[in-house]
């Protein structure tokens, strides 16, 4: 009944910026949690960043200081501003939202950075 639409996705170089946005097909009454996490292929689906309906936001090691997530509750919509790409960062970008104990998941949207 529910989807996660995922948009900004696409190939830009190292250094560049892409901002990526997932939005929810419905309203929901609310959202505890909104998150980004990626996956490269072959490799572990890892967290990226969170951020908590009170604006409380927690970031990957690996991000802090490059990446910005926000969201727009009125939208249901959360934000993943990415700057400073590195090509480490390619992967599958996959936007999370936790409502009580349930999770619901984004289709994923393809993150290529070159050299």
């Known amino acids: 009944q529910v989807q996660l639409v995922e948009s900004g996705g696409g190939l830009v170089q190292a250094g560049g910026s892409l901002r990526l946005s997932c939005a929810a097909s419905?309203?929901?009454?609310?959202?505890?949690?909104m998150g980004w996490y990626r996956q490269a292929p072959g490799k572990q689906r890892e967290l990226v960043a969170v951020i908590s309906s009170g604006g409380s936001t927690n970031y990957a090691d690996f991000v802090k200081g490059r990446f910005t997530i926000s969201r727009d509750n009125a939208k249901n919509t959360v934000y993943l501003q990415m700057n400073s790409l590195k090509p480490e960062d390619t992967a599958v970008y996959y936007c999370?939202?936790?409502?009580?104990?349930?999770?619901?998941w984004g289709q994923g949207t393809q993150v290529t950075v070159s050299s």
């Open positions: 419905r309203s929901m009454f609310s959202i505890n949690v």
């Open positions: 999370n939202y936790l409502v009580s104990v349930f999770n619901y």
